[in-house]
């Protein structure tokens, strides 16, 4: 009973507290201990791997906001690893809408050995005749969400690494703690463009063609 009682308090716990810890009389378990640092050294890690590697299957981004001629860090980038190579022509711009299957989660903690999954579209392993797609805004997803998305083409599937200077940064959200380093796997399967060459209408929103190759 005493077991019970205690998961159904770190259930609880662990949306409003960003999964801080928990204790069990004396003995204490933290969940993510030295988080920052953790985040930060696993963050290089990756990305000195895609810099290696930046040849074959992995790649480095810079951010999409930043110009050539801005010095830049290793967190102004995402690392990326080619899961799937696509086939489409084109990518998605910045006022595009896109069509993505998606599973986002944490570096491994204490209790989650893949780390922790904090938002999807599928779980498993994705299968793009059975994993479920939703439609983002690229414009409205965090930098290195958008950034991803704007060197993608349809098909591929990218594992995308994102510093949490590019993701939730020093604040967190409600399920992402603070200094979180995220991994999303997404899949681009279509993306939407606006018609800039037709004329608008008062509160009418050009009508555009969606990409699917």
């Not at 579209?121 to 793009?128: A, E, I």
């Not at 950034?147 to 949490?164: E, F, S």
């Amino acid at each position: 009973m005493k077991k019970r009682k205690l998961l159904m308090f770190m259930l609880a716990l662990l949306p409003m507290l960003g999964f801080v810890s928990c204790s069990e009389e004396s003995e204490t378990v933290e969940e993510f201990p030295n988080w920052q640092a953790t985040n930060e050294a696993y963050y290089d890690s990756i990305y000195n791997v895609a810099v290696a590697n930046a040849d074959g299957s992995w790649k480095v981004i810079r951010n999409y906001s930043f110009q050539d001629s801005i010095e830049l860090t290793s967190t102004d980038y995402i690392a990326v690893h080619v899961l799937t190579e696509g086939t489409g022509s084109g990518c998605p711009m910045f006022t595009d809408s896109v069509v993505v299957s998606y599973s986002g989660r944490l570096i491994p903690s204490t209790s989650y050995s893949e780390g922790y999954i904090f938002d999807y579209t599928y779980s498993g392993t994705y299968n793009p005749e059975t994993s479920a797609y939703t439609t983002l805004v690229v414009s409205e997803v965090i930098d290195g969400f958008s950034t991803a998305l704007q060197n993608m083409h349809i098909g591929d599937v990218w594992r995308v690494y994102m510093p949490y200077q590019l993701g939730y940064g020093e604040s967190g959200s409600s399920s992402i703690p603070a200094y979180s380093t995220l991994i999303f796997d997404i899949a681009l399967k279509a993306y939407y463009r606006p018609d800039h060459n037709v004329s608008r209408t008062a509160g009418v929103e050009p009508k555009g063609v969606w990409i699917t190759e």
